[in-house]
DNA sequence: CGGCAATTCAAACCGCGGTTCGATTCAAAT
DNA sequence: ATTTGAATCGAACCGCGGTTTGAATTGCCG
């Protein structure tokens, strides 16, 4: 998922076969990168503390960044993309009732975070600091959730799966706001593993909503 | 509240009475601070910025402070502070039934929010930027308010008035996930002010729990 | 083996921003 | 007036860290 380098040096300007080149690399960076963030925060992190974890020296990191922000950028789309892959998935399950819909999308949801520990943060956190251009890529696809959610918490008051007094836009906030604030204090082991988290999780937010939680099994392919 | 400058230069050492020293100031450039931290993040703020909000050259503020952090731990501590003084307001009700102690938390929660928009955001975020020491104090603050609410949600369980296969520990942090969000996306204005909005969130979290919302009205004195 | 390209090193550059410090201003007190 | 200290200025300091650049490597391909 994470977005290829794009224009890179003389990557394959105009000669060599685009084979061979950094493979997974990039991957190791951005992942490194990652951690360091999320560790410091993106002002706080220095790119000696990125490029020390991959084994390379701070310069070296130019060769396949042009700066500081692509990496911000990377980490923090890619996250937005996997939500946006959640929300194509939930497409598909459109017959079903709105409290299935949304319960299948928390528990994909929290399955990014536990995929990918420590990226829902930084995007939450650091989104701002990117420059205006890409920040609206980010809030775009970001728009693009936030909606999907929406429809599904209109279209469960309108079929009377949860309460009509409810007020979508806030519950909808509400809601990103429980996922988004797992991975900053839960750290699975001892006593719970993500999957547990999501039934709690789940349960809690269906029933914040005024539906019944146990009517609606998880229903992930 | 703001914590006062503590330890200041000649501030009255052995001499003069320590009357007419620096009076609203203080608070003048705490506020200031807390906007820019709000703004762009505290390591991306700049002292000048800080400095200029209140019509001083940077170097000027040194007068006041030890160093930038003094700024963070005055605004991060004191929001802090204001939560400790929620949760002592919340023990006189310990008569009250849980689910209206709860709800008055809440209520009052989001009466900080809405007294200091933005404060709560840096607190979340930028605690980790403050040293150990620091860090250490605000987080002594920060478990005292946490068990306050996991123990209301405990005492609910225990008296039937909370669904019993809830986690105590998971539901408080999604209520302070919910709280905290708030300042984050909510603008008072035009279709919503906080007291609306606290309306709304007492009743999700509420429900949230297995509680009947409307078991319990505002309980603020 | 020789060469070219991919990759990394090593060192310097350089601007930004936190911090320091002596000089200056202003107001009240003597 | 003169003194005194609070409050602010003005300018320099200085280290940190992002970025640049040209010189090594390394490894593949012929």
Chains 1, 2 share one sequence.
Not at 72 to 82: C, E, K, P, Q, T
Request: glycine share 10%.
């Amino acid at each position: 998922m994470a977005v290829a380098p794009e224009r890179r040096r003389p990557i394959g300007e105009g000669g060599r076969p685009p084979g061979t080149l950094r493979p997974e690399r990039w991957n190791e960076i951005v992942d490194a990168a990652g951690d360091v963030f999320d560790e410091k925060g993106y002002a706080a992190a220095r790119i000696e503390d990125i490029a020390a974890r991959v084994g390379l020296l701070k310069g070296s990191l130019y060769y396949y960044i042009d700066s500081k922000e692509d990496l911000l950028f990377a980490i923090v789309d890619g996250n937005h993309s996997r939500g946006i892959a959640v929300v194509e998935q939930g497409a598909a399950l459109e017959s079903a009732d709105p409290p299935t819909r949304l319960g299948a999308f928390v528990d994909r949801w929290i399955g990014i975070l536990s995929a990918n520990p420590g990226y829902a943060a930084i995007a939450e956190r650091d989104l701002r600091r990117l420059d205006p251009e890409r920040q609206a890529i980010v809030m775009d696809k970001r728009a693009r959730i936030h909606r999907f959610v929406r429809d599904i918490v209109e279209d469960g008051i309108a079929r009377g799966c949860f309460d009509a007094g409810i007020d979508p836009g806030i519950v909808t906030n509400n809601l990103f706001d429980v996922l988004n604030g797992i991975s900053q204090w839960f750290h699975p082991a001892r006593p719970l593993t993500y999957e547990q988290l999501a039934e709690h999780v789940r349960r809690f937010v269906l029933r914040g909503l005024g539906a019944d939680p146990d009517a609606s099994g998880t229903a992930l392919p």
